[in-house]
Structure formats: structure tokens, C-alpha cells
């Protein structure tokens, strides 16, 4: 089974989050297998770097979006690992600052696209600016309702300027959700997560659903494609992710370039 090609998005396809199991396992015998696969693919991923950091033609861009504690940071931290921090650059996207709101939404997003070579990580992202802004009435809705076009071709000028896009919503239960929150608020090492609003934020879950659905609906293209991944289990989600992101990285085709010198006649001289 192709995991990528299970759970992308088909472009301009009708999505229903409410249908989708989120506590599905799909393609992989059992966690051991998974994590077994995991750990191949942590490897994997660090060739495959190594490869784009040196062709330095390219970059790969990784999108993370997920309602709070779907594993967000535990896809960077589990998945990312294997990475050389040399050639891998993870951006949080907060609350726009003062600076950041006086310019358009794209500007603060455009600054840290990855370099040719790089991997960048979005944790949240662009899209932030047509899901709690659209949840919360940040701006008027003719505002939100025209940036999908924008981000659609944000998004290609990125693609045609040589970056892989991949974008990944890990999907997870409401339940689940607030069993993880709970574990917060109960276990002193991760007290400091705790932000009100993450509960706050579950009574809006139907207008988070809806802005998540639009979004799948309308921004994933041909060139940058969404994939929805149960995330009701850690090890599955970080699985996937990896899966993905692998056979993502693997379809590039990266090749290291020819050496700048003469091999042959540097080894008879020195070697
Ligand atoms: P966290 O990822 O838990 O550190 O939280 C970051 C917070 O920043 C979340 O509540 C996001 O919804 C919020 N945020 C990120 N981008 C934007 C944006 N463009 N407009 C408003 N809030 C945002
Ligand atoms: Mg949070």
C-alpha cells in the first residue's frame, strides 16, 4: 500500500472530516512493524538530505497543521530527528506580531521559505490566516474568503522556484484531544504547554472542522498536495508522516553533483 497516495487529497474533492477515523491504522501490521519502518525512514530521510543539501538546487517545504496537541511538535521531534540542523530550518508561527500584522499575511511566511538545499518546517503556517482567523472574525470575511487564491499561487511561485511542497493535517479525535490535554494539566513536565485557550478552543471544534475541510477542498493542488493523517495514535501518525515524507523526498529524483574538480588526477597527485 502507497501511504502517500492513501491520504492525499484529490485536488477540488469534497472532504468530510466528521467521516474520517482517526484512530485508523492503515498499512502497517502492527506498532512494532510501524516503528520499525519509523526508524529506517528517520535514516532514509538523512540521505536523502544529505543529497538535497548538496545538489543545492532545491528545497523541500513541510507543512504542519493540526487542532492543539494532535502532535504537531511530535512530528518534528520524532520524525525530523535524523535531520543534519545544518540543513533543516523549523519555523513556529505564533500570534502575528505588531510588525508582522502591518504588512500582508504572506510577508512574515515568505521570509522563511526554505533556501535551495534546506528543508523548511511550517509549524503552523499560512493557513492559520483562513483558520482561526476565519474561527475568530479576525478580519472581515471577504479578506479571508480571498486568500485560498492567494495561497494557491503563493504556493506555485514557490514550486516553480524549485521547493517540494508537502503539507500534512494530523487529524486527531475530539476525545483523544482532550485525553492529551488532561495529561498536561496532570503531569508537572509538560504543565508549561498548558495555554487556556487549548481548551477554550475545543468548543469552536465545528467551525474548526468546516474552515479544516475548506481548506482541504481548495488549497490542495497538483503542485502542493494536503494529506490527512490519523493522529489518534502517536506511533502511527509518526509512521505516516515519515512514509510520506520518504516517498515525497525519494520522487525528486536528487542526485549528488559531479565533482567540481578532477578526481582521477587529484588522487594520482595526492592520493
Ligand atoms: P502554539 O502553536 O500552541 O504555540 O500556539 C500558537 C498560537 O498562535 C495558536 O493559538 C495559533 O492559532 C496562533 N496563531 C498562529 N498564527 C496566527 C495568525 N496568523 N493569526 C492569529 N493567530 C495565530
Ligand atoms: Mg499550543
Not at 491504522?25 to 532514509?44: C, F, H, I, Y
Not at 503563493?154 to 479525535?173: A, P, Y
Request: hydrophobic share 40%; net charge positive; glycine share 4%.
Amino acid at each position: 500500500m502507497n501511504i502517500a497516495s492513501h491520504f492525499r487529497v484529490k485536488p477540488a474533492s469534497a472532504m468530510s472530516l466528521g467521516r474520517f477515523d482517526t484512530d485508523a491504522t492503515p498499512g502497517v501490521k502492527d506498532k512494532a512493524a510501524a516503528l520499525n519502518q519509523l526508524s529506517r525512514d528517520v535514516e532514509r530521510l538523512a540521505e536523502l538530505q544529505y543529497t538535497l543539501f548538496a545538489e543545492n538546487r532545491r528545497s523541500v517545504l513541510i507543512v504542519l497543521q493540526a487542532m492543539d496537541a494532535a502532535g504537531k511538535d511530535g512530528v518534528v521531534r520524532h520524525v525530523l530527528t535524523g535531520l543534519n540542523p545544518q540543513g533543516c530550518h523549523v519555523t513556529s508561527f505564533k500570534v502575528p506580531s505588531g510588525e508582522e500584522q502591518s504588512h500582508d499575511f504572506l510577508w512574515r511566511i515568505h521570509k522563511q521559505a526554505p533556501a535551495r538545499g534546506m528543508i523548511g518546517v511550517f509549524n503552523r503556517s499560512h493557513y492559520e490566516d483562513v483558520l482561526v482567523v476565519r474561527v475568530h472574525h479576525l478580519v472581515p470575511e471577504p479578506i479571508w474568503k480571498a486568500r485560498y487564491d492567494h495561497i494557491n499561487a503563493f504556493e506555485k511561485m514557490l514550486v516553480d522556484s524549485g521547493t517540494t511542497i508537502c503539507k500534512f493535517f494530523l487529524h486527531v479525535g475530539r476525545k483523544e484531544q482532550l485525553k492529551r490535554l488532561a495529561t498536561r494539566l496532570d503531569d508537572p513536565a509538560r504543565n508549561w504547554k498548558v495555554a487556556e485557550a487549548d481548551f477554550t478552543e475545543r468548543g469552536y471544534w465545528k467551525d474548526y472542522v468546516k474552515a479544516y475541510e475548506e481548506v482541504l477542498e481548495r488549497c490542495s493542488t497538483p503542485w502542493a498536495p494536503w494529506h490527512v493523517i490519523p493522529a489518534d495514535h502517536k506511533w502511527y501518525r509518526n509512521y505516516a508522516v515519515s512514509e510520506v515524507l520518504r516517498q515525497t523526498l525519494e520522487s525528486m529524483d536528487l542526485r549528488l553533483p559531479k565533482p567540481a574538480v578532477d578526481i582521477t588526477a587529484l588522487k594520482k597527485k595526492y592520493g
